[in-house]
């Protein structure tokens, strides 16, 4: 396989990630399309990491997928937190939650 196909494959979620992030107004799937651009993170250093041999890639995506994994539980908690004060998870009300 060619490089330029993991390149693809990386561009392409990363733009649907970056659509879903300006075009949803439902708290979890921003999350997903925030997920889904950190998955094409990882596909790039994975793949620039194999056609170089070189670990570095690998190293970086294990911290990636840590970040995500705080980012999913911070973001949950304050998807939870909009539901509860105001009964949906419109993102357009967050401002709901200033003190």
Do not use: H, K, P, W
């Not at 170089?52 to 840590?66: C, R």
């Amino acid at each position: 396989m060619f490089l330029n196909q993991f390149l693809l494959l990386s561009a392409a979620l990363f733009a649907i990630g970056v659509y879903g992030v300006l075009a949803r107004r439902n708290g979890v799937l921003v999350l997903m399309s925030i997920e889904l651009i950190l998955n094409a993170v990882n596909i790039n250093l994975v793949a620039f990491a194999a056609f170089g041999n070189s670990l570095a890639g690998e190293v970086f995506t294990l911290f990636v997928i840590a970040i995500a994994a705080a980012e999913v539980g911070v973001g949950l908690a304050m998807v939870l937190l909009l539901y509860r004060n105001a009964r949906n998870i419109d993102l357009s009300r967050i401002d709901l939650m200033r003190g």
